[in-house]
């Protein structure tokens, strides 16, 4: 009976702690699965006669233990202002690309049913979402879709074979090599008949395109579906255009190994977001810049060489204008080009998460998550008019005390100014010694917003769930990441692991120099490059109580080519090769100064990451445990990757760093 009341007990405290959370200093803050269970924007698409408005959500279902998918419909009046909202479908399979016909009758997209992945329609009005390809072979291996005013579509689908492939005794027997081969069959298909007839054939696998106006030329951007390491290729990863009547490849338009997205804005130009330096011919990494192509001089403009913004996505408008995302310091909002110049549309402190618009009803609406905001629909009437909030889908969330979020910077010891999004407790003030943990974002071309959540990712990056229970939370955006320009974003490539490093030991150091942060109780946490960093910074100083790392990389010598990124870390490291510059890699790994950890530490890995194997996290382990100056743990999560699936292993994992936090932390 004893042993029972002692388990009821634990469950009780389980369940409080589940749902409130309280810190040691009475402040509630979020409830964790409240939090978790926030609804995230994934996609949103405006009909041509702006009546209407598809908005696809996510949101983590603990009871179903699936994340859920819901398609929305949004009915708008002439201002934008809804006037009917329609759950159009909802359930554990993703809805993306919408696409409306021009009638705006009907709406597409791409999802999953019982018997695999198709193209579905949607009408208006409601009804089943009807899957537009009957071969199932084929649906299964499309990738993108164009519609067009006579009922058609142009589809395609990637179709990849081994070299023993025709042998059955080596059927199912994976070739790790260059001869597989991958084709993308192009179909077009009538969605009123569903009648789908073969065109043409590109010996490359694609994962986007787009037709000319007069429909005699296809940009695609070439994809590949196995390892970066086949970058070697000089085929994958860049732009193309293609003849349709001829059936052949006109010109290779970029070299840089980066997604461009190319759209026509007539038969002869181009605009693409340009990710990398063509000119150097080989993979690199440039922060996002729009270009101009011409296809009869084969020459690249920049819309604005000034602009020191990273460009995200973009839109065409009627009179060729371009409209588009970018991240400038702290924030992502939308800009668009006047006259060869760039104007900044709206004001958001925080990030614009997408946009979309009719072009015939001068009516926009945008996805955006706020300082004081999690995310929601905001429409205007005119590009840079007054916006207004249409949706609730997180007022919940947004009924409690807000941390305040704002930017913060330092210099580090090369004098070089780092930025960063500082979050506060509710009520806090600069004269408050608070508890810090620093909350490492991955990339490392990335960034941190002045935003209240992290779209989707709230599972591995919570600071103002944090700061909600009191802390004081950091998130730094270290050299190499976007929104300062291009020198910023390959300064790193000198150091790519220890110089953001001291870049964020820099910041805290600051902290606690302006006397905010208690350096007593400081934490330190990272997923993927935010993992690695969290490593390294615990291999270079014992200031930190407490570091809770997530699928860091731990020793870069092994982790030559046994990763899907291992294109990333060629470039990083200068396509120095290991067995000649054995050193170099060494000197950037954690592992070298292992003997130096003595933070307690947490480590937690989705036990089927391909992106940063779990090897990096079992090897650490066992490093820290056998030298034995510290506590460690190494939680695995089963069928996870790099990204979690499972709501319930989200929160797992949530919960298990907090009770650390809260076994070392005196906040």
């Known amino acids: 009976m004893k042993k029972l009341k002692k388990i009821a007990f634990i469950l009780f405290l389980l369940a409080s702690f589940t749902t409130t959370a309280q810190s040691k200093k009475g402040l509630a803050g979020y409830p964790i699965k409240e939090y978790l269970g926030q609804i995230n924007i994934s996609e949103i698409s405006m009909a041509p006669n702006g009546n209407y408005l598809a908005i696809v959500t996510m949101q983590n279902n603990f009871e179903k233990d699936k994340e859920i998918y819901t398609l929305w419909k949004y009915t708008l009046d002439k201002t934008g202002n809804p006037i009917k909202k329609t759950k159009f479908s909802s359930g554990t399979k993703n809805k993306y690309n919408l696409k409306w016909t021009s009638d705006s009758e009907f709406l597409f997209y791409i999802s999953s049913n019982e018997e695999g992945r198709n193209l579905f329609k949607k009408n208006i009005n409601g009804g089943v979402a009807i899957p537009m390809i009957k071969d199932q072979e084929i649906a299964n291996k499309m990738e993108a879709y164009e519609l067009f005013r006579n009922d058609t579509i142009l589809l395609n689908a990637n179709v990849c074979t081994n070299k023993n492939d025709d042998n059955p005794l080596y059927k199912d027997v994976i070739y790790w090599s260059e001869e597989n081969t991958c084709i993308s069959n192009f179909y077009r298909l009538n969605y009123k008949s569903k009648k789908l007839d073969s065109v043409f054939t590109i010996k490359q696998p694609i994962n986007y395109f787009q037709i000319s106006p007069n429909q005699k030329k296809l940009a695609f951007v070439s994809s590949d579906l196995n390892t970066f390491m086949k970058f070697k290729e000089e085929k994958r990863f860049h732009t193309y255009v293609f003849d349709i009547k001829s059936k052949s490849i006109d010109k290779q338009l970029t070299f840089d190994g980066g997604y461009e997205y190319p759209k026509w804005i007539s038969n002869t130009k181009l605009v693409f977001n340009n990710y990398g330096d063509t000119n150097l011919k080989a993979y690199n990494y440039r922060q996002g810049k729009l270009f101009n192509y011409n296809l009869e001089t084969s020459k690249y403009t920049p819309v604005d060489n000034n602009f020191k913004g990273a460009v995200k996505d973009f839109q065409i408008l009627k009179d060729n204008q371009v409209v588009f995302t970018a991240t400038v310091s702290t924030n992502l909002n939308v800009y668009k080009t006047d006259k060869g110049k760039i104007e900044q ?50 007022k919940k969330l947004d009924n409690f005390p807000k941390p305040k979020v704002e930017k913060f910077s330092w210099k580090n010891r090369d004098n070089e100014i780092v930025e960063g999004v500082l979050i506060w407790p509710p009520n806090a003030t600069q004269k408050d010694k608070l508890p810090l943990v620093v909350d490492i974002h991955g990339g490392p071309w990335s960034a941190r917003y002045e935003a209240l959540t992290l779209d989707g990712l709230q599972y591995y990056y919570y600071g103002s769930l944090l700061a909600s229970k009191g802390f004081l939370v950091l998130q730094p955006n270290y050299t190499g990441g976007i929104g300062r320009g291009n020198e910023f974003v390959t300064n790193i490539l000198e150091s790519p692991i220890k110089k953001p490093a001291f870049d964020i030991i820099s910041g805290v150091e600051s902290l606690i120099d302006k006397g905010w942060a208690d350096k007593n109780n400081m934490v330190v946490m990272g997923a993927s490059y935010g993992g690695v960093l969290t490593n390294s910074i615990i291999s270079e100083t014992n200031m930190f109580k407490l570091a809770l790392s997530s699928c860091g990389n731990w020793n870069e010598v092994t982790d030559y080519g046994i990763s899907d990124g291992d294109i990333l870390q060629k470039y990083l490291f200068k396509d120095k090769k290991i067995w000649k510059d054995y050193e170099y890699y060494l000197k950037e790994s954690p592992v070298t100064k292992v003997e130096n950890i003595t933070t307690p530490t947490l480590i937690t890995h989705g036990e089927k990451d391909i992106r940063v194997p779990t090897a990096h996290s079992k090897s650490m382990y066992w490093a820290l445990k056998e030298i034995g100056k510290t506590e460690v743990e190494l939680v695995l999560f089963p069928n996870e990757g790099h990204l979690y699936r499972k709501p319930k292993n989200k929160l797992k994992k949530m919960m298990i760093e907090l009770e650390w936090i809260d076994k070392y932390i005196n906040y």
């Open 345 to 394: 549309v709206t004001q958001f402190n925080g990030k614009v998460l997408g946009f979309t618009f009719s072009k015939s009803h001068n009516l926009y609406a945008f996805a955006v998550v706020t300082n004081k905001s999690f995310p929601e629909i905001y429409v205007s009437k005119g590009l840079g008019r007054k916006l207004f909030k249409i949706s609730e889908f997180n």
